[in-house]
T-cell receptor, first 115, second 114 residues
Framework: AQSVTQPDIHITVSEGASLELRCNYS??????LFWYVQSPGQGLQLLLK??????LVQGIKGFEAEFKRSQSSFNLRKPSVHWSDAAEYFC?????????????FGSGTRLQVQP | DTAVSQTPKYLVTQMGNDKSIKCEQN?????MYWYKQDSKKFLKIMFS???????INETVPNRFSPKSPDKAHLNLHINSLELGDSAVYFC?????????????FGPGTRLTVL
């Protein structure tokens, strides 16, 4: 069965510092990978997605993510964090191999930003 | 303009009651979903409809019944509410039902069962 692991439950960074949130998936050869952000009391907003092609994808709000097939990873990065980035971040995956239309989500990483 | 909307935003009710949550999308999408987010923030798919046809039905108690009157609406009715049903329920939609289609989420409905 497909699964997504976000090993960091909670991360705290200083404003202006760089950020990397980890995501590992386990599944078939053709994953579709997503990062969503959930601000407090809000729904989920898509940050970026990877289907194929260039393994470094750019998203909104200055985020980027890199797909590494050899490591089964899709880590999210931002060079300089802003206080408004404090939120919960979810990695999600779908797979053509399983035909599973719904997303399988990781357990999320809560980002706290210190002034 | 709200793309995916849900009502109500908060729902507090007693055990044993029956309640409904409504979802509407104005994106012209064909597919809609219901997800449940538990107290540990874990999100799990419950149901999905494509053009009013049920295409995903995960292992969910039959007290939960989705209804799709048209492709812009997907409602969730819950009978005989239990304490364990307390969660945030998210509606989502995607243009098609294909694997990997981007899903757009509503703001969520926080259900509290007392």
């Amino acid at each position: 069965a497909q699964s997504v692991t976000q090993p960091d439950i909670h991360i705290t960074v200083s404003e202006g510092a760089s950020l990397e949130l980890r995501c590992n998936y386990s599944y078939g050869a053709t994953p579709y990978l997503f990062w969503y952000v959930q601000s407090p009391g809000q729904g989920l907003q898509l940050l970026l997605k990877y289907f194929s092609g260039d393994t470094l994808v750019q998203g909104i709000k200055g985020f980027e993510a890199e797909f590494k097939r050899s490591q089964s990873s899709f880590n999210l990065r931002k060079p300089s964090v802003h206080w408004s980035d404090a939120a919960e971040y979810f990695c999600a995956v779908a797979s053509m191999d399983t035909g599973r239309r719904a997303l399988t989500f990781g357990s999320g990483t809560r980002l706290q930003v210190q002034p | 303009d709200t793309a995916v909307s849900q009502t109500p935003k908060y729902l507090v009710t007693q055990m044993g009651n029956d309640k409904s949550i409504k979802c509407e999308q104005n994106l012209g999408h064909d597919t809609m979903y219901w997800y449940k987010q538990d107290s540990k923030k874990f999100l799990k798919i419950m149901f999905s409809y494509n053009n009013k046809e049920l295409i995903i039905n995960e292992t969910v108690p039959n007290r939960f019944s989705p209804k799709s009157p048209d492709k812009a609406h997907l409602n969730l009715h819950i009978n005989s509410l239990e304490l364990g049903d307390s969660a945030v329920y998210f509606c989502a939609s995607s243009q098609y039902s294909g694997v990997g289609d981007t899903q757009y989420f509503g703001p969520g409905t926080r259900l509290t069962v007392l």
